[in-house]
């Protein structure tokens, strides 16, 4: 997707949101693998700008492979170094779709030091940082978005943040409807859209995309919003963006078996160790182990025990072993014996 092609006859563009620890490439190769062109554009997780800037070795190996399509979210509060780092990766990803402004992590540590949500406190430095950057992107096809909170408690100025991104020149614009302090808790507020208007910048929507009615009832607000982000609701259930759109154009829905979720189980495990050791990729896995086995009946102890596993190849056939015996399906047990991680 680019700036160029923003505007789409589908019902909705469907967006893996950028996660910070979790879209690293196996995950997002894993979502591309499962929704095939049911997705239309992957983000990175968030990346330091001022990293970027400096060439630091840790920070650009969060960067895609060159021949990766997607788009990368930059963070910081520095405009010259998020220019620098917007130019950086143009120049040397030229796969790279576009380039997505956050200030919606609402992270103390982020927060703090004026990145993330703390520049919706700042609408002059936002909108000096979006000048700036597309000044980089200039009539390129390369898209500028950016990712909001609605506000802040007491100062809810997303319509004023979102006016500014319309007048110079962002393509796109998500809001979560949450506020900061709010973090992830509570239910983000959809009725937020009412009150949107643009002329050129579109609007997604994030936040509470977890379930076919949620999605349902974001696609009401069709008239506002031209796109959805899915993010924790990818969680144990990456197929969550191909059924939202078989949902969206009319098909049926149909629930995803237990062969399929354990062969996507080894397939994410498989290219967690494409980048990481065994025992990273334990760590980058365990957060998914409560997506994996949602609905299982007296889930938090066999929960607890899988959690409790520090080696990967028992934590894995602990969890499939879980999975399996909750399900009347008939599933190959052969394959535990074949995991060698």
Same mark, same amino acid.
């Given at each position: 997707?680019?700036?160029?092609?923003?505007?789409?006859?589908?019902? =909705?563009?469907?967006?893996?949101?950028p996660?910070?620890g979790?879209?690293?490439?196996?995950?997002r190769?894993?979502?591309?693998?499962?929704?095939? *062109?049911?997705?239309?554009?992957?983000?990175?997780?968030?990346i330091?700008?001022?990293?970027?800037?400096?060439?630091?070795?840790?920070? #650009?190996?969060l960067l895609?492979p060159?021949? *990766?399509?997607?788009?990368?979210?930059i963070y910081?509060?520095? /405009?010259?170094?998020?220019?620098?780092?917007?130019?950086?990766?143009?120049?040397?990803?030229?796969?790279?779709?576009? &380039?997505?402004?956050?200030?919606?992590?609402?992270?103390?540590?982020?927060?703090?030091?004026?990145?993330?949500?703390?520049?919706?406190?700042?609408?002059?430095?936002?909108?000096?940082? &979006?000048?700036?950057?597309?000044?980089?992107?200039g009539?390129t096809?390369?898209?500028?978005?950016?990712?909001?909170?609605?506000?802040?408690e007491?100062?809810?100025?997303?319509?004023?943040v979102?006016?500014?991104?319309?007048?110079?020149?962002?393509?796109?614009v998500?809001?979560?409807?949450?506020?900061?302090?709010?973090?992830?808790?509570?239910?983000?507020?959809?009725?937020?859209?009412?009150?949107?208007?643009?002329?050129?910048?579109?609007?997604?929507?994030?936040?509470?995309?977890?379930?076919?009615?949620?999605?349902?009832r974001i696609s009401?607000?069709?008239?506002?919003i031209?796109?959805?982000l899915?993010?924790?609701?990818?969680?144990?259930?990456p197929w969550?963006?191909?059924?939202?759109?078989?949902?969206?154009?009319?098909?049926v829905?149909t629930a995803?078996?237990?062969?399929?979720? /354990?062969r996507?189980?080894?397939?994410?495990?498989?290219?967690?160790? =494409?980048?990481?050791?065994?025992?990273?990729? #334990?760590?980058?896995?365990?957060?998914?182990?409560?997506?994996?086995?949602?609905? /299982?009946r007296?889930?938090?102890?066999?929960?607890?025990a899988?959690?409790?596993?520090?080696?990967l190849s028992?934590?894995? *056939? #602990?969890?499939?072993?879980? &999975?399996?015996?909750?399900?009347?399906?008939?599933?190959?047990?052969?394959? #535990?014996s074949?995991?060698?991680?």
């Open positions: 997707m680019n700036g160029e092609n923003v505007k789409t006859d589908k019902k =909705m563009i469907l967006v893996l949101a996660m910070a979790v879209t690293n490439r196996a995950y190769q894993l979502i591309r693998e499962i929704n095939g *062109e049911a997705v239309d554009l992957i983000f990175t997780e968030m330091n700008a001022t990293g970027v800037s400096r060439l630091d070795r840790g920070t #650009l190996n895609p060159p021949e *990766e399509i997607c788009s990368v979210q910081g509060n520095n /405009i010259l170094d998020l220019t620098r780092a917007a130019d950086f990766i143009l120049t040397n990803y030229p796969n790279v779709e576009g &380039i997505d402004i956050n200030a919606a992590c609402p992270v103390r540590k982020v927060v703090k030091n004026g990145s993330g949500a703390a520049l919706l406190h700042d609408p002059d430095k936002l909108k000096g940082i &979006i000048k700036s950057i597309k000044s980089i992107i009539e096809d390369k898209t500028l978005s950016i990712k909001i909170r609605k506000g802040w007491g100062y809810e100025n997303y319509l004023e979102i006016n500014i991104c319309d007048r110079f020149g962002v393509d796109f998500s809001i979560h409807g949450r506020t900061v302090e709010q973090m992830y808790s509570g239910i983000a507020d959809l009725t937020v859209l009412n009150q949107i208007k643009t002329e050129r910048c579109q609007v997604f929507w994030t936040g509470d995309v977890f379930t076919m009615s949620n999605i349902q009401d607000y069709s008239d506002v031209t796109g959805i899915f993010a924790r609701g990818t969680f144990g259930n969550i963006i191909s059924r939202a759109h078989d949902l969206l154009h009319g098909r829905t995803i078996n237990v062969p399929e979720k /354990i996507t189980i080894r397939r994410h495990v498989e290219l967690l160790l =494409m980048d990481y050791s065994p025992l990273k990729a #334990l760590g980058q896995f365990k957060r998914f182990v409560a997506g994996y086995t949602k609905g /299982i007296d889930v938090r102890q066999k929960r607890n899988i959690y409790r596993l520090n080696d028992a934590l894995v *056939e #602990l969890l499939i072993a879980t &999975i399996s015996a909750d399900d009347d399906a008939d599933v190959d047990k052969n394959h #535990l074949q995991l060698n991680w």
